[in-house]
């Protein structure tokens, strides 16, 4: 696990295309191409796993597939209705709770 703050290292399309097609010509194995390139192994196999899944579209084989908007929007994405609502729903909680303790 990486250590907090630490930089990831950011690999171009090229370079990842060129030590796959280096991976696949057989004349050199993970580690080897690893140590060559001061990385490790695991991120050539996902490259070429990655590289081999996508034989129909090479220009999309490297693309990032991580959703970045997933989950509840934020409160300063919401539209002013859509606070409205929300401040509406959160009034009438209280309003209840508040009558549930008093009883």
Same mark, same amino acid.
């Given at each position: 696990?990486?250590?907090?703050?630490?930089?990831?290292?950011? @690999?171009?399309?090229?370079?990842?295309?060129?030590?796959?097609? !280096?991976?696949?010509?057989?004349?050199?194995? @993970?580690?080897?191409?690893?140590?060559? @390139?001061?990385?490790?192994?695991?991120?050539?196999?996902?490259?070429?796993?990655? @590289? !081999?899944?996508?034989? !129909?579209?090479?220009?999309?084989?490297?693309?990032?597939?991580?959703?970045?908007?997933?989950?509840?929007?934020?409160?300063?994405?919401?539209?002013?209705?859509?606070?409205?609502?929300?401040?509406?729903?959160?009034?009438?909680?209280?309003?209840?709770?508040?009558?549930? #303790?008093? #009883?």
């Amino acid at each position: 696990m990486a250590k907090k703050g630490s930089k990831f290292k950011k @690999y171009t399309d090229e370079f990842k295309l060129k030590v796959v097609q !280096e991976y696949l010509t057989g004349t050199i194995s @993970y580690n080897r191409l690893a140590k060559k @390139y001061n990385m490790t192994s695991w991120n050539i196999r996902q490259w070429v796993k990655k @590289y !081999e899944a996508s034989k !129909e579209d090479i220009s999309k084989a490297f693309e990032d597939q991580r959703k970045f908007l997933s989950g509840r929007p934020r409160k300063n994405d919401l539209s002013l209705e859509d606070k409205v609502k929300r401040l509406e729903v959160e009034n009438e909680f209280l309003k209840k709770l508040l009558i549930m #303790r008093r #009883r």
